[in-house]
Structures are given as C-alpha cells and as structure tokens.
C-alpha cells in the first residue's frame, strides 16, 4: 500500500508543477513543492 505519491505536471513554462500525497493514517494530504 503506497503511503507517498508524486505528480509532476509540465506547463509551457518549463516549470512544473508537483504536488505530493502523503497517507496519514486514513487521510490523504496534499503538499505542493516549489520548483
């Protein structure tokens, strides 16, 4: 069971958007990570 996932998502930019999903205990968290 995964308990960190990451999505990268390109913009024209060249900068990416990433955001990651930590698992605590029964709730997902959101965080946004700078580029």
Do not use: I
């Not at 995964?2 to 998502?9: A, D, G, I, K, R």
């Not at 999903?21 to 709730?27: M, T, V």
């Amino acid at each position: 069971r995964p308990e960190v996932v990451e999505f990268w998502q390109g913009r024209r930019n060249r900068m990416h958007d990433r955001l990651r999903y930590k698992l605590n205990r029964d709730a997902w968290k959101v965080e946004r990570l700078g580029p």
